[in-house]
């Protein structure tokens, strides 16, 4: 996309929506392209406004989740520690890195060394998952 036509299509300013999109799809380029679709779709106007941006985010937000609240502390404990939790390499632990891997919940940046990271748009449902789920329990004990 041209820089006159990313003003045409999402405006002027510095900060505008193809920022946020690059942001939301974690470097994911088959992300970022969906991101654009939908965006497109979602446009009745251009430059599209802001919200439409949003609906893009939380369309592909919505597309990874539900989340199992096991699975969710696996995620978050990658997001802390950048590395994958496979004390235990066992088949099941494989399987459970490589589905993330393959539906983008996991990311391998590579920026020069290896790391590991969640996807940004889950990031914060993996806090909000958890701590229901703690909430939960926490209640359960007080009965």
Sequence with gaps: MTPEGQERFFGKSRKNGLHKLIGASGGQFWDLIRLLRET???ARSFPVDGRVVELAIADLRDSMLPIPVED???????GEKRTP???DRSAKNVQTMTLFLDTHCAM??????IWYDVHPVIR???DEIVKRNE???SRKKKS
């Design 124 to 126: 914060g449902e993996l």
């Design 135 to 137: 909430d939960k329990k």
């Design 85 to 87: 939790p496979l004390e």
């Design 108 to 113: 391998i940046p590579r920026n020069g060394e």
């Design 72 to 78: 969710a502390r696996w995620l978050k404990k990658i």
């Design 40 to 42: 497109l779709l979602l």
